[in-house]
């Protein structure tokens, strides 16, 4: 333990008995599996017909999303085209399922069933349905270690989805509630306001959902206000997720310009010599006005 707390060689050693302690966890996790298909089984009829019911009106409503954001798609790229500036590219992703959840109260992480074999990597994205889950912290070779967005040792940047307001987003030790730290007293935010993420730390994109702000407390007298959040991903029930494989921050700054964009030497000449003497451009603009009868 001494070593392992002081030295970064036994995580090489970690990983290698991970791969021995892998059958043992999926060993593990087949009675829970084995119990959801019971129950599924045994489920009299009438449950499956109003289950059934409510995945209608689900898809409905979400063919009815669908439909306005291809709509909102289109009309975005036919901005960005007018400004003329770079193209958003689609983020690869590979599926996981849960194998166990860490019984230490005090930490808020998981395992689940990718690892080097599937390209995983620490410091991985983790979403599921509802949004973002965490971040993967160590990997094995078939499984890794993911650290969820509501342990207390987690941060991550985000932005207000009303008014691109940026903040800070930590972990609470609790599944129900992160915190929002150092919002200023008069900063505009409100119960409800969606935080999403702001892809400035580089690690996770931008626009992924992160939390809802519950609770917004003024403190007279205290510069800043306490501000509460509720994940948006289902942290306790999601037993399916998503890996996402954004592209590397060197690539993305290499993209941020788009060629016609550039500017010329001339006019980068022009703007110099107006800046550096305001006096002859004072001078013209009063002999100009001096012409005019």
């Known amino acids: 333990m001494f070593v392992d707390q002081h030295f970064t060689r036994m995580e090489k050693v970690r990983a290698q008995m991970s791969m021995v302690v892998a059958p043992i966890q999926w060993v593990v996790s087949v009675p829970s599996d084995l119990l959801n298909w019971g129950s599924l089984a045994l489920s009299d009829q009438q449950a499956l017909v109003d289950e059934n019911r409510r995945l209608r009106e689900?898809?409905?409503?979400?063919?009815?999303?669908?439909?306005?954001?291809?709509n909102l798609t289109a009309?975005?790229?036919e901005l960005r085209e007018l400004l003329k500036a770079a193209k958003r590219r689609d983020i690869p992703y590979i599926t996981a399922e849960l194998l166990s959840l860490d019984n230490d109260p005090f930490s808020h992480?998981?395992?689940?069933?990718?690892?080097?074999?599937n390209g995983t990597y620490v410091g991985q994205p983790v979403i599921d349905a509802s949004g973002l889950v965490g971040q993967i912290t160590a990997v094995s070779a078939y499984s890794s270690r993911v650290l969820?967005?509501?342990?207390a040792s987690h941060a991550l940047p985000v932005q207000l989805n009303r008014n691109g307001l940026r903040f800070i987003v930590q972990g609470a030790g609790r599944y129900s509630s992160v915190n929002v730290m150092h919002v200023p007293d008069t900063a505009d935010i409100?119960?409800?306001?969606l935080l999403t993420t702001s892809g400035l730390a580089g690690r996770f994109p931008?626009?992924?959902?992160?939390?809802?702000?519950?609770?917004?407390?003024?403190?007279?007298?205290?510069p800043f206000a306490r501000v509460t959040a509720e994940p948006m991903a289902q942290l306790q029930r999601s037993r399916h997720f998503l890996l996402l494989f954004p592209p590397p921050r060197?690539?993305?700054?290499?993209?941020?310009?788009?060629?016609?964009?550039?500017?010329?030497?001339?006019?980068?000449?022009?703007?110099l010599q107006l800046s550096t003497s305001p006096n002859n451009a004072l001078r013209d603009s009063n002999a100009s006005s001096q012409e005019v009868p």
């Open 75 to 77: 009309e975005n790229s």
């Open 190 to 193: 409100r119960e409800g306001d």
């Open 206 to 222: 931008p626009g992924y959902p992160v939390a809802r702000v519950t609770e917004v407390f003024h403190d007279p007298g205290q």
């Open 148 to 151: 969820l967005l509501a342990d």
């Open 250 to 271: 060197e690539e993305v700054e290499e993209h941020a310009w788009d060629e016609t964009l550039d500017i010329s030497a001339e006019a980068l000449r022009s703007s």
């Open 109 to 117: 992480q998981m395992v689940i069933n990718r690892g080097h074999r």
């Open 58 to 70: 689900q898809i409905l409503t979400l063919s009815h999303r669908g439909q306005r954001m291809a």
